[in-house]
Structures are given as C-alpha cells and as structure tokens.
C-alpha cells in the first residue's frame, strides 16, 4: 500500500491477556518505529528497528512488551498479559534511510478492561 | 519521557488570524520536527529544520529555531478551518540512519469560521 498500515483499528482485550499489533511499513523503508500515544499525550518512544534487528528499544516499559521484525518489513508489537494501564494508541511510522522523516499508521487503539 | 513542551497547550482563534506555538527541548539535537494530528488519526509531518538552520517556510507555515535557547515555533498564516488539530514538536538526537524523536505535549488549535 501506499502508507503504513496498521491492524487491527481497536483491539479490546480483558486484563491478562495476550495481544499482537500488526504494523506493516511503506515498501522499501528500512527504518520503522513503534510509538504509545496515551489521550492527551504525545507520542512516547517504545522501539526502533534499522532492518530486521531492533536498534533501539529503551523505550519498552518492561518486559511483557516485545516487538519483532523478522524479515525486515512487517512488525508486530506483542503484549504479554495485559494490563489495564497498557490501554493507549499504539502509533507505527516506519522512515527511509537517513531522512528525519517519519510517515505514521492510523494508529491500533487498545483498551485493556 | 517528553522532551519537549508545547506553550499554549490549547489554542482559539478566528479563520484569517495567525497562529503561534511555541516548543521548548532540553538537550541538543541534530533537527526538530513539527507534527500534526488530527482527531483519532495517525501524526502527519509538517516541517524539519535542521540545527544548523534558524528559519524553514512550507507553504502558510514558518518554523524558527533557536538553539541558544532550545526553543522553536511554528506559525501558521491565514488560518482555515481545516487546520484544527493538534499540533506536536519533536526533537531528534540522532545523527545516523535512522530518527529518534521524543515528542512534546502537544498544542491543540481549534479554528473557527
């Protein structure tokens, strides 16, 4: 497609549970980055692949959040058992090599009751 | 963490004024980028200056940066209603492949015909 795609649009889940978010980037952009944008808020840095290998993921707030990017274009941001205060938008943008730009999804809301 | 912080957090004016925000960073940084987001929807890139730079225009927006003063502003001429939005800086700390941008608080701008 022609923009980052995100899936699902709203992902309700019960605490506890497993979640998959599916980012899939703008063909042929090696960077792609994962954002949480709670309301109110602006974004907040999760995690960032160059390729397949996550670059930088300080942003994690603990270790139920993993995200993955096997073959360097489609991620997936895995929540182990969900907490309620891990509801939030859960932003993807994905960036060509060396530009400072970065082109957002739509976002995944996830409400965790 | 948020870098940034937009001044003011909330903004009214009529179509035709200008509109002004204000952000302000705490560490150096390689560029700064403004962002916009429209109501549940994903953050469409603006404008980057880039540290070096003091002054961008694209168009009805003019970007000034003071790195003295880790400060930068947008302004918006001739405002339509179309532009109501929030409205995000971002500074990014990274010199290589790929963009590390923290996020401010954001400004949100509410038009009126």
């Known amino acids: 497609g022609a923009g980052v795609s995100q899936t699902p649009s709203n992902k309700v889940t019960e605490k506890g549970k497993y979640v998959e978010l599916r980012c899939d980037p703008i063909?042929?952009?090696?960077?792609l980055y994962w954002y949480r944008q709670s309301l109110g808020q602006g974004p907040e840095f999760l995690i960032y692949?160059?390729?397949?290998?996550?670059?930088?993921d300080s942003g994690l707030p603990n270790d139920r959040f993993f995200a993955v990017r096997p073959e360097g274009s489609v991620s997936t941001l895995k929540i182990q058992r969900t907490e309620r205060g891990d509801s939030a938008v859960y932003l993807c943008?994905?960036?060509?090599?060396?530009?400072?730009?970065?082109?957002f999804g739509e976002g995944s809301r996830l409400t965790v009751l | 963490s948020q870098q940034g912080e937009e001044d003011p957090q909330a903004l009214s004016i009529q179509e035709g004024e200008n509109a002004t925000m204000n952000c302000s960073y705490k560490?150096?940084?390689?560029?700064l980028q403004w962002y916009r987001q429209n109501s549940g929807r994903g953050l469409v890139h603006l404008i980057l200056i880039r540290s070096n730079e003091r002054e961008k225009h694209s168009g009805r927006l003019r970007v000034t940066l003071d790195t003295s003063k880790k400060s930068s502003s947008l302004l918006i001429t001739a405002s339509r209603a179309a532009d109501t939005a929030s409205y995000f800086c971002?500074?990014?700390?990274?010199?290589?492949?790929?963009?590390?941008?923290?996020f401010g608080t954001g400004t949100r701008l509410q038009v009126t015909l």
């Open positions: 692949f160059q390729g397949t290998g996550a670059a930088d």
């Open positions: 560490t150096s940084i390689n560029n």
């Open positions: 971002a500074t990014d700390v990274n010199t290589g492949t790929a963009s590390k941008l923290t």
């Open positions: 943008a994905s960036s060509s090599r060396g530009a400072g730009e970065l082109f």
């Open positions: 063909s042929g952009h090696t960077a």
